[in-house]
């Protein structure tokens, strides 16, 4: 088999084995996040908002629709529903690795059918840190993105049979990619967080976007072993840094604004990044899960908002700056973490 069937079965596997329960014990670590209650609030509900702006474009929420899929025939619908739902709901979407649709002109499809279906909306392209320039503007253009996600998927690419090895240049090409393309780049994790080491290391290369992505949410390693199947020593699985953990490691390292995802499921769990300092929160695990479970991803999404809003009359927060400062504890493990780390 070819490198691109390879690549284009990959894509089905990956939501295939999402879906399936986890055989890791990760958990994002928000439970220990609390938001005090305030029963003596300063606002009506009507007056909370929750707009903002990102990649230079105003949107209704500081949420957006996390890289998934694309590069295979059968997720051309998928795209093209999760297109609709970033229009309607005047929220970001990212399309999943692109590397398929660079490699085969004939899928280009199932990546840009997003553009076509929301003009106006901000899309953002998905290519690892690893590509070559020429491919970066090739994702760009094949979608006219906003911005280009760098995917460092390490622990995910060791984990495969046909996953790369090679890694040594990668912070010379994050740079190169940054420079070469007219876009705004992001550099991402895909599930296994971010220490205070790397994004510091990302930030004094001026990468001004930075997606924590912690672990707690879809599992690449587990996934990629599931395709597998022979794997005798799974214990890589539990492998990363959880989400909440990520974020406190982003705060002491003095990043202003980063971009979490990993294993956001409900308001309350956008609430409690936003309250940590995040400008945007990703979901895209649970998106899949609704869709298939056959739930209106468009109503789904407008509950979250909705409830977002309640819970910022509840903290006494009428915008997200003042969510980004409102009373809470940090507890638990996640406090003895924190201190440790600072």
């Known amino acids: 088999m070819d490198n691109n069937l390879i690549r284009s079965k990959r894509k089905l596997d990956h939501i295939k084995y999402a879906l399936k329960e986890s055989n890791n014990n990760t958990k994002t670590g928000l439970d220990d996040i609390v938001l005090i209650h305030k029963a003596l609030p300063k606002y009506n509900l009507q007056d909370i908002e929750i707009n903002t702006t990102f990649l230079g ?36 979407i990212a399309v999943g690795s692109q590397k398929a649709g660079v490699e085969d002109k004939n899928l280009f499809e199932t990546y840009s059918i997003v553009r076509k279906i ?6 953002i392209g998905n290519l690892s840190a690893n590509c070559s320039l020429e491919d970066a503007k090739i994702a760009v ?3 006219e993105a906003d911005a280009l996600q760098l995917h460092l998927n390490v622990a ?5 049979k046909e996953g790369d090895t090679t890694f040594e240049n990668i912070r010379e090409n994050i740079i190169n990619l940054k ?19 790397t994004i510091k290391e990302l930030m004094s290369m001026d990468i001004k976007y930075i997606d924590i992505s912690g672990a707690g949410g879809t599992n690449f390693i587990d996934i990629e072993y599931s395709r597998h199947s022979k794997v005798i020593d799974n214990s890589l699985i539990n492998w990363g840094i959880p989400t ?61 908002k909705s409830n977002l809003k ?33």
Request: net charge negative; glycine share 10%; aromatic share 4%.
């Open 57 to 92: 474009k105003k949107i209704s929420a500081p949420i957006f629709i996390n890289a998934m899929t694309g590069g295979h025939k059968d997720v051309l619908k998928i795209n093209e529903i999760l297109g609709r739902v970033s229009r309607d709901a005047d929220i970001p």
């Open 118 to 123: 929301n003009p106006e909306g901000v899309v």
């Open 141 to 143: 253009e094949m979608i």
């Open 156 to 160: 995910q690419e060791i984990s495969m």
């Open 179 to 197: 420079e070469g393309i007219n876009v705004p780049v992001i550099v991402k994790e895909v599930g296994c967080g971010m220490s205070l080491e």
């Open 244 to 304: 909440a953990y990520s974020m406190v490691e982003a705060n002491i390292a003095g990043l202003n604004g980063f971009i979490v995802s990993g294993g956001i499921k409900n308001s309350f769990d956008i609430a409690k990044c936003l309250s940590m300092g995040a400008k945007m929160v990703g979901i895209s695990g649970e998106i899949l899960k609704q869709y298939f479970k056959n739930v209106n991803i468009n109503d789904w999404i407008e509950e979250l």
């Open 310 to 342: 309640k819970i910022m009359l509840l903290t006494n927060s009428s915008c997200i700056s003042e969510l980004t400062i409102c009373d809470k504890v940090i507890k638990g493990e996640l406090l003895e973490w924190q201190n440790i780390r600072k």
